[in-house]
């Protein structure tokens, strides 16, 4: 596996060992039972074949709905325990050698700049960053083998903006490489920067090369046209109680998970436990709907994350994707980088003009397809994805099954060579859910900026007769023998994160640049979106935008709900705020523990309560209720059950980054769902927190809708 991208599983049967020599037997019952031996191979050989030509043909019915038995038996390379090519390093006072555990390094190694201090107009305003640093091993392949590996993170602008991580290996513990993946390492040491991202230190990284391509590769190409795609490192967010705002603590422990019986050269593969998804899904009044519904979860295992881990516990999570997804996402991140590089250095040679900053590539490495593409003789919808869409952090992923066995399904074709099954009884709790969560939600038909009929352009919502005629749900068996489903995207819904707003005060004139941390899906973005936004604030609580060439006014549509302020707004170049609403790409919304349940009459109160208690300004809070409360009250339900998102939490679903650093730095979002009746047992109260407004102040607001 040294120094390659892509790495093939190759099926091998394990040899038993001689255990003798065979003695006393004639030669010629050994030639007659070698020739039968040899007739029964070949016969195998023939029957596999034709075996093979019925899975390929579609219109073959004598085959459809029976049981195929795929066994993989992989013999694993088992990484060799390398010796370090010194015998010992300091780094941050901790003393490593080759029998040291992973772990975190209590002081920093000081690999990142701690501070950097912008130019021009923003000169006095320092950045500074967080440092963490973790021992993870020494590298066992690749160039570098025998070098001593460590994980520097950064606490992204100290509020929770990333993180950033970012690979090193050293030989001796006083020089480092880095890992040329992350585009940040193209040039060092540029203090005056407004890339806040280019903070190496350049006084102990001398060189950047390839370090995690040769341990983790970018790619996997699996058999039956499958492929892993690195997504990056493995990682619980956790809160610590001291000055830091944020550490970051590293799973080494995969007993939970799931195994995979398949290992990469010295890497075993996990997929993750159940508990582990925490995926909000829309359920039916009055059920919990941070999991799935109770007559759903039987059959769903987990999802087709799966996580590489090497000898030393260090993981990386890979998206299962088919082999077309998977080429044209890597080119399209690979241009990227290089395109991001070259972007730096101009910003940091203060190239002028400079080019137009790059924008992420917005190709999803997972098992996606067009109907079309399937091999059948069957109705299909346009387009497949992941089945059952949670809400506002849309997954890359879909679902793996349990319980149902090929034999309860029929093929109806192929994809890329391989057998396309739907479920054979349409009456299953899974084609039911699907359509609920696509069809009859509350927020397809109702409640939203668009309704169902609207936004499909269709004249009347289908029936589920309708719906289950062109097989909203198709079902996969993927390399390592398990059946995938994935979900009809022809039919869209409205949602994601319902009109998020963005307020930016300052005491003085400031140029504030924005840009999420992360892939977002935008659906509204007011001023336009255009590798972030550049926006100064005003004395009077407006923003000017600083690239207005990119927002078309007259397209503005100021019928919809929420956006009646944006044409004027656009055409002054005086906006209240940012107006964004999308979905975040591969990330999980994290389970909902506390909040209230409300009765329909006391809403609008507690919804003022809960402001007034927060800090909201009286514009900022008619601005939230003039959005919200209408969309609440749509619904025809007599209670809701009320949670608010915070910071922290809205920071791992759609990281921000703002340059210069905000003194004051608050996001809260609505997730609220209608319920039928009162709960018997209510959720424990939200401890709410307070805005604090000091200097250079981001406030955010928005909510959780339902979303593809």
Same mark, same amino acid.
């Given at each position: 596996m040294e120094n390659s991208s892509e790495n093939i599983i190759e099926e091998k049967i394990p040899v038993e060992p001689n255990k003798g020599k065979i003695k006393g037997v004639d030669k010629s019952v050994l030639f007659l039972t070698f020739s039968l031996l040899l007739l029964i191979i070949i016969g195998s050989v023939s029957a596999f074949a034709i075996y093979n030509k019925i899975q390929e043909n579609p219109n073959n019915h004598s085959n459809q709905g029976k049981h195929i038995s795929v066994s993989q038996t992989i013999t694993p390379t088992v990484a060799a325990n390398v010796t370090p090519l010194a015998a010992s390093i300091t780094l941050g006072g901790l003393t490593i050698n080759a029998s040291t555990k992973p772990q975190f390094i209590n002081n920093s190694v000081g690999l990142l700049n701690k501070s950097v201090v912008m130019t021009g107009e923003n000169a006095d305003i320092p950045t500074t960053f967080i440092e963490y640093d973790y021992y993870a091993g020494i590298v066992q392949s690749g160039s570098y083998k025998g070098y001593y590996e460590v994980i520097a993170g950064q606490d992204t602008y100290g509020f929770g903006g990333g993180p950033n991580f970012f690979v090193f290996v050293t030989e001796n513990g006083s020089s480092f490489v880095g890992d040329k993946t992350n585009p @940040?390492?193209?040039?060092?040491?540029?203090?005056?920067?407004?890339? @806040?991202m280019n903070v190496?230190?350049?006084?102990?990284?001398? /060189?950047?090369?390839?370090?995690?391509? /040769?341990?983790?590769?970018?790619?996997?190409?699996?058999?039956?046209?499958?492929?892993?795609?690195?997504?990056?490192?493995?990682?619980?967010?956790?809160?610590?109680?001291?000055?830091?705002?944020?550490?970051?603590?590293?799973?080494?422990?995969? @007993?939970?998970?799931?195994?995979?019986?398949?290992?990469?050269?010295?890497?075993k593969l996990y997929a993750p436990p159940t508990s582990k998804k925490s995926i909000i899904y829309f359920n039916e009044p009055g059920e919990p709907y941070q999991n799935l519904p109770s007559s759903v979860l039987p059959y769903i295992q987990t999802s087709t994350d799966v996580y590489a881990v090497n000898s030393y516990g260090i993981g990386y999570l890979y998206n299962l994707s088919s082999n077309i997804n998977s080429t044209v996402y890597v080119q399209g991140i690979n241009i990227y980088n290089t395109q991001e590089q070259a972007y730096q250095n101009a910003v940091n040679s203060n190239a002028s003009p400079l080019p137009q900053q790059p924008s992420y590539p917005q190709a999803e490495a997972n098992l996606s397809f067009n109907g079309s593409e399937v091999k059948t003789s069957q109705q299909l919808y346009t387009s497949y994805n992941v089945a059952f869409p949670g809400i506002c952090a849309a997954e890359a992923n879909t679902e793996v099954l349990q319980n149902i066995s090929v034999n309860n399904l029929t093929q109806i074709g192929t994809l890329y060579g391989n057998p396309v099954y739907s479920l054979t009884d349409p009456t299953n709790p899974l084609v039911k859910y699907e359509y609920q969560q696509k069809i009859t939600s509350p927020l397809a038909v109702a409640g939203s900026d668009s309704n169902f009929e609207q936004l499909n352009n269709v004249s009347s919502i289908p029936t589920i007769q309708q719906y289950i005629s062109k097989n909203p749900l198709l079902i996969l068996q993927d390399p390592f023998g398990r059946l995938v489903m994935l979900g009809e995207y022809q039919y869209l819904l409205p949602g994601g994160c319902g009109k998020p707003v963005i307020y930016i005060y300052s005491p003085k004139t400031t140029n504030v640049h924005l840009q999420f941390a992360s892939d977002i899906k935008l659906d509204v973005n007011i001023?336009?979106?255009?590798?972030?936004?550049?926006?100064?604030?005003?004395?009077?609580?407006?923003?000017?935008?600083?690239?207005?060439?990119?927002?078309d006014c007259t397209d503005l549509n100021t019928f919809l709900l929420g956006s009646g302020y944006a044409k004027n707004a656009c055409e002054e170049n005086q906006y209240p705020y940012i107006y964004w609403s999308g979905q975040s790409i591969g990330k999980q919304m994290p389970q909902i523990e506390t909040g209230w349940d409300i009765s329909r009459s006391n809403l609008t109160s507690f919804m003022n309560e809960k402001l007034d208690y927060m800090g909201f300004t009286t514009k900022e809070k008619n601005d939230m209720l003039s959005y919200w409360l209408p969309v609440m009250l749509s619904e025809n339900t007599p209670y809701y059950e009320?949670?608010?998102?915070?910071?922290e939490q809205m920071n791992e679903i759609a990281p921000m980054e703002m340059t210069p650093k905000p003194e004051s730095f608050f996001r809260v979002f609505l997730d609220y769902h209608p319920l039928s009746e009162m709960p018997a047992i209510q959720l424990p109260p939200e401890q709410l927190e307070k805005i604090q407004r000091n200097g250079l102040t981001y406030i955010e607001w928005g909510g959780i809708e339902l979303n593809i």
């Open positions: @940040s390492f193209t040039v060092f040491g540029k203090a005056n920067s407004t890339d @806040s190496v230190n350049s006084s102990l990284v001398t /060189s950047t090369d390839d370090i995690i391509d /040769s341990q983790f590769p970018q790619e996997i190409k699996l058999k039956k046209n499958y492929s892993l795609v690195r997504m990056g490192l493995n990682y619980n967010n956790i809160l610590v109680p001291s000055n830091q705002s944020n550490s970051y603590l590293f799973d080494t422990d995969y @007993s939970s998970y799931i195994p995979i019986n398949t290992t990469v050269d010295s890497l001023p336009k979106y255009t590798n972030g936004w550049d926006v100064k604030t005003n004395s009077n609580g407006t923003l000017t935008d600083l690239q207005p060439q990119y927002t009320i949670s608010f998102l915070r910071t």
